[in-house]
């Protein structure tokens, strides 16, 4: 038996002095959630308007940076969210999530 809630892959959320920081052509975006295969960005989603893959840089908290091809896929009132084409390794995503319990030991990762 499956559960529907269930997610493919491992979503890291961040604190809001702790994201990492998508960069591209397009402008500089805060990281609000991170998975393996999909970015969640804070932004007006209406000034957000290309629907094209794109080639960006995310720079995380420790100075380490990922180039990366993403693309829009969803669009909310406050966020924008982007696949991308090759994945964030799971070993960066459980090294953020270590660097943000250390800092936040109480930090929420469900909310």
């Not at 964030?88 to 319990?101: A, G, M, N």
Request: glycine share 2%; proline share 4%.
């Amino acid at each position: 038996m499956t559960n529907d809630n269930q997610r493919r892959h491992f979503r890291l959320k961040y604190p809001t002095d702790m994201r990492p920081v998508l960069a591209s052509t397009h402008g500089q975006f805060s990281i609000l959630q991170l998975s393996e295969t999909n970015i969640s960005i804070e932004m007006d989603a209406k000034a957000f308007t290309v629907a094209s893959p794109f080639g960006a840089t995310i720079t995380y908290s420790d100075g380490e940076t990922d180039s990366i091809q993403a693309q829009m896929i969803k669009r909310n009132d406050d966020h924008v969210v982007l696949t991308l084409s090759q994945q964030v390794t799971f070993k960066r995503l459980l090294d953020e999530q270590k660097r943000i319990r250390v800092r936040y030991p109480h930090f929420d990762f469900k909310n």
